[in-house]
C-alpha cells in the first residue's frame, strides 16, 4: 500500500483565516453593541420645560404674544399640573384678545388648585370679556376674597365697573390696585381704558404711555393710545400708534382697518381705501372689514364695489376665494351704518327694488339711530325721485352717506 502523502499548508488561506476571524470578532465586539435593539424606541434629546418658560418670558417682552402663547403650551404640555403655568398662558391670552382660550387656560388652572386667586381674576377678566358681567363680578370678588392684594383682580374689576359707568367704585379699586402694584403693566393699562371712559383723555394718553414703558411691544396698547389720540384730534399721531401695532402684529387687521378709518375722518378716502382693503383681505371672514371696506368704497364712488362688500357684511356669502362670510343682524351703530349704505348703493347703481326693503327694515329696525334713518329717508326720496323720471339712474356722482364716528 502507497503511503498518503501530507499537503503542504498554504500561507495565502491561512492569512485570509485570520483577517475573516479578525472581523468577526471586530462586529462582535464594536458593530453589534453599538446597533439599535429591535422594537426599543430610539432615545431623543429633551428639552428642559424651563427652557420653554424662559422662551415664552423673552417672547412676550418683545411683544411676540403668540411665540409666548405657543412656548406656554409647550411648557404646560411637560408640565401640566402646574397651574401658574395656565395662569401665566391665560394672562398672554387676554392680552391678544384671545378671550375663549384664556378663559379655558383659567379654568385649567382651577381644575389643579380650586382656591387659586389669580386663576379666579383671570376668569372673570375674560368672562368680562365675553360679555358675561354678572359671573364676571363674581369671580373677580371670590378672587379678593382668597387674596385682597391681587392687583390683578382689583385692576379688572375697576374696567368692569367703569363699563357700568359705576365711576367710583372703578377709581376706588384703581387705588387699592396701585398701591399694591403701581409698575404692573395691565394696572397701568386699565387705569387709562377707566380714564378714556370717563372722558379724560389726555390723563388716559399719559397711563397709555406708563404701560408701554413698561413693554414697548404690546400691539394693543399702541392701537387704543391711537384711539386716545384720535379722540383728541391728533389724526397724525394716531395713524403712528397704529402703524407700531401693524408692525409688531402684521396679520391682524385691526391696525389697517383703524388707519382707514382715521384717513377717512380726514376725506382721505383715497389713502383709505388702501388700507381698508388690506384689512379685508387679512380678514377675510370678518363681516365687519367688509363693511369698513365697502363703506369707504361708497365714499370714492366706487357703488358696483361697494354693493359687492357691503352685502357681505349685511347678508353675508362667499369671497371670491371661497371664504364664507356671516352677515350681521340690524343693530344701532356701525352695523346700521352698513345697511343704510348699502342701500344707498344700491339706488346708486339703479336696484331700487333690492333697496327699499332695507330703508324699510331701518325704520323699524332701529328707528333712533340718527344717521341710518336719514340715510333711509335719502334713500327713499331718491328712489321715487328716480321712479317718476327714468328707471335706470346713472351711477355716477359722489356719495353723500351720513355715517356714524367711523370705528371699526
Known amino acids: 500500500m502507497r503511503r498518503k502523502q501530507r499537503r503542504r499548508s498554504n500561507p495565502i488561506r491561512l492569512l485570509v483565516l485570520l483577517l475573516l476571524i479578525a472581523v468577526m470578532v471586530y462586529v ?16 431623543t434629546p429633551t428639552v ?8 415664552a418670558q423673552e417672547a412676550f417682552r418683545k411683544g411676540q404674544l403668540e411665540v409666548a402663547i405657543q ?5 404646560i404640555l411637560h408640565d401640566p399640573d402646574k397651574p401658574s403655568l395656565h395662569a401665566a398662558l391665560a394672562r398672554v391670552q387676554l392680552l391678544a384678545g384671545q378671550y375663549a382660550a384664556a378663559l379655558t387656560s383659567a379654568e385649567n388652572a382651577l381644575l389643579l388648585n380650586p382656591d387659586y386667586a389669580r386663576a379666579h381674576a383671570l376668569r372673570g377678566y375674560a368672562l368680562y370679556k365675553l360679555g358675561n358681567d354678572v359671573q364676571a363680578q363674581t369671580e373677580l370678588q371670590r378672587a379678593l376674597t382668597l387674596d385682597p392684594n391681587d392687583a390683578l383682580a382689583h385692576a379688572f374689576l375697576a374696567a368692569l365697573y367703569a363699563d357700568q359707568e359705576l365711576y367710583q367704585k372703578a377709581d376706588e379699586e384703581l387705588r387699592k390696585a396701585l398701591a399694591i402694584a403701581p409698575s404692573d403693566l ?31 411691544n404690546i400691539p394693543s396698547l399702541h392701537i387704543t393710545l391711537g384711539l386716545l389720540y384720535r379722540a383728541q384730534g391728533d389724526y397724525n399721531d394716531a395713524i403712528d400708534e397704529f402703524s407700531r401695532a401693524n408692525a409688531l402684529n402684521p396679520a391682524d387687521p385691526m391696525p389697517d382697518a383703524y388707519i382707514a378709518t382715521t384717513y377717512a375722518l380726514q376725506g382721505q378716502y383715497g ?12 380678514a377675510p371672514g370678518n363681516p365687519y372689514m367688509h363693511g369698513n371696506y365697502g363703506l369707504i368704497l361708497y365714499k370714492n364712488g366706487k357703488y358696483t364695489e361697494a354693493v359687492k362688500e357691503l352685502a357681505l357684511a349685511v347678508k353675508g356669502g362667499t369671497t371670491k376665494d371661497g371664504v364664507i362670510v356671516k352677515g350681521l343682524p340690524l343693530d344701532y ?12 348703493a344700491l339706488v346708486k347703481i339703479g336696484r331700487c327694488d333690492e333697496a327699499l326693503p332695507v330703508f324699510q327694515a331701518i325704520l323699524a329696525g332701529v328707528p333712533t339711530d340718527e344717521a341710518a334713518v336719514y340715510n333711509a329717508h335719502q334713500g327713499i326720496s331718491e328712489c321715487s325721485a328716480q321712479a317718476a323720471t327714468t328707471p335706470t339712474p346713472a351711477a355716477t356722482g359722489t356719495g353723500t352717506a351720513t355715517t356714524a364716528t367711523p370705528a371699526p
Not at 50 to 55: G, R, S, V
Not at 333 to 344: C, M, P, Q, T, W
Open 28 to 43: 462582535n465586539q464594536v458593530v453589534v453593541p453599538a446597533m439599535p435593539k429591535p422594537f426599543v424606541p430610539t432615545p
Open 48 to 55: 428642559n420645560p424651563e427652557a420653554y418658560l424662559t422662551k
Open 71 to 75: 412656548a406656554y403650551q409647550q411648557a
Open 186 to 216: 395691565e394696572v397701568r393699562q386699565i387705569y387709562g381704558y377707566v380714564l378714556f371712559a370717563e372722558g379724560l383723555y389726555k390723563r388716559a394718553v399719559e397711563e397709555y404711555k406708563a404701560a408701554l414703558a413698561i413693554n414697548d
Open 271 to 282: 389713502r383709505a381705501l388702501q388700507y381698508a382693503a388690506k384689512a379685508a383681505e387679512e
Open 333 to 344: 351703530g356701525r352695523v346700521a351704518d352698513y345697511y343704510s349704505v348699502y342701500g344707498l
